[in-house]
């Protein structure tokens, strides 16, 4: 396969998990408003197009080797943020030489995008982008300040 460790930011505000209180069954407390904890407790699920909520590659779940990229997207719950490093099922990558904001599916022959720096203008970091979620496995959480 091809198999990659990525980055993934989102947003954790409300989140019983950053606050230490851990179901007896070492599963988080999902909230309504924690996406960490929802992916961590069930996995990832495909976004759904929001109106004035253009995406450089559209509708699918973003990644990146350069966790600093995912850090501005991880918003943070009482000053604490966290990421999650992913196991992606990449696949054949269709190199993005242009912005596809209403994309919703990978192109045809494609299992996901790859944004490259260089290559996709206006691009600074890597991005890597599924739109299945099938392709997505959080693995690891790192939680800091």
Same mark, same amino acid.
């Given at each position: 396969?091809?198999?990659?460790?990525?980055?993934?930011? &989102? $947003?954790?505000?409300?989140?019983? %998990?950053?606050?230490?209180?851990?179901?007896?069954? +070492?599963?988080?407390?999902?909230? @309504? *408003?924690?996406?960490?904890?929802?992916?961590?407790?069930? =996995? !990832?699920?495909?976004?759904?197009? *929001?109106?004035?909520?253009?995406?450089? !590659?559209? !509708?699918?779940? $973003? %990644?990146?080797?350069?966790?600093? *990229? @995912?850090?501005?997207?991880?918003?943070?719950?009482?000053?604490?943020?966290?990421?999650?490093?992913? *196991? /992606?099922?990449? #696949?054949? =990558?269709?190199?993005?030489?242009?912005?596809?904001?209403?994309?919703?599916?990978?192109?045809? #022959? !494609?299992?996901?995008?790859? +944004?490259?720096? =260089? /290559? &996709?203008?206006?691009?600074?970091?890597?991005?890597? /982008? &599924?739109?299945?979620?099938? @392709?997505?496995?959080?693995? $690891? /959480?790192?939680? $800091?300040?």
């Amino acid at each position: 396969g091809n198999e990659r460790r990525r980055w993934h930011g &989102t $947003y954790c505000r409300n989140c019983k %998990f950053l606050k230490n209180n851990l179901a007896k069954d +070492g599963h988080c407390e999902p909230s @309504q *408003k924690c996406v960490i904890c929802s992916i961590i407790n069930t =996995g !990832f699920r495909k976004p759904r197009p *929001k109106p004035g909520r253009p995406e450089k !590659f559209g !509708f699918g779940m $973003y %990644f990146s080797s350069t966790s600093s *990229k @995912q850090n501005g997207m991880a918003k943070p719950a009482k000053g604490v943020r966290a990421l999650l490093l992913c *196991k /992606v099922a990449v #696949g054949r =990558g269709c190199k993005a030489r242009r912005s596809h904001p209403r994309r919703t599916r990978a192109p045809k #022959g !494609f299992n996901s995008i790859l +944004g490259v720096p =260089g /290559v &996709t203008p206006n691009l600074n970091y890597d991005e890597l /982008v &599924t739109y299945d979620i099938a @392709q997505n496995t959080p693995a $690891y /959480v790192i939680i $800091y300040s």
